[in-house]
């Protein structure tokens, strides 16, 4: 059971969505970078090597030292938070096409118009 005051819960989700946006940010950009890569190693029929086959490897060695530094368990706890968080978006915000035209006034109403 938590001992945290709902006042410091919701600031602790608060704190865990701003880390989440700029993290999102943060790989958008790296992922932006890398699919423009001239580069780009090349396999998967011409079309390169899929990106989270080297982003995966890249941020896994980079976070490496979080292991040493984080609590024993601590780094599987935030991985099954960030695995709950996934699910809940995916299951929770529909994404809708933006590119969506209004529709097209009807004869009747072009004649009102003029």
Not at 16 to 27: E, Q, R, T
Not at 76 to 90: F, H, K, P, Q, W
């Amino acid at each position: 059971m938590s001992t945290s005051s709902p006042s410091a819960q919701t600031h602790d989700l608060e704190r865990a969505v701003a880390a989440l946006i700029d993290l999102g940010a943060h790989l958008s950009q790296m992922v932006a970078h890398m699919s423009r890569a001239p580069s780009r190693p090349l396999g998967n029929g011409g079309q390169g090597v899929p990106i989270p086959r080297v982003l995966g490897p890249l941020l896994v060695e980079t976070l490496r030292p979080l292991e040493a530094r984080s609590a024993p368990g601590s780094i599987g706890d935030a991985a099954r938070l960030l695995e709950e968080i996934a699910t809940v978006l995916t299951d929770e915000i529909l994404l809708v096409p933006h590119d969506v035209q209004p529709p097209r006034p009807n004869r009747a109403q072009r004649r009102r118009r003029g």
